[in-house]
């Protein structure tokens, strides 16, 4: 079991970087933004990192979708919380993305600050 410091660390994990705007307000609200193209990479990240995180991914990546990035990142740890970043939030995409472990599903405007809230709850337990 891995012994975490007090951190705010964003993993992205997407097959493009993430936007401008997105880096700038994670920065704003003291979050450090990592990014990793695939799940591979994500899952390097995790495993190299001793800080708390939080992950941010689409739907679709390059080596699979974000069912299988929760898939790897649950058995690198349970307790990293998952975001996916869509505008798509259909009742179908909720209730699969519950049921599969993902702790929010958040459009690009409000994800600073929600992601804020996941590091700080996270914090507190």
């Not at 450090?32 to 390097?44: G, V």
């Not at 599903?105 to 590091?119: D, K, T, Y």
Request: proline fraction near 3%; hydrophobic fraction near 45%.
């Amino acid at each position: 079991m891995k012994t975490y410091r007090r951190a705010r660390t964003v993993i992205f994990v997407s097959s493009r970087g993430p936007e401008a705007t997105v880096e700038q307000d994670m920065k704003a609200y003291g979050l450090a933004m990592q990014w990793a193209p695939n799940i591979a990479a994500a899952a390097d990240l995790l495993n190299s990192t001793c800080q708390k995180a939080v992950i941010v991914t689409e739907l679709a990546l390059a080596d699979g979708n974000w069912r299988d990035l929760v898939q790897r990142v649950r058995c690198i740890d349970t307790s990293i919380k998952i975001v996916l970043a869509t505008s798509s939030r259909t009742a179908e995409l909720w209730w699969d993305a519950l049921e599969c472990g993902i702790d929010d599903i958040l459009p690009g405007p409000h994800m600073a600050s929600r992601l804020r809230q996941l590091l700080e709850a996270q914090d507190a337990s």
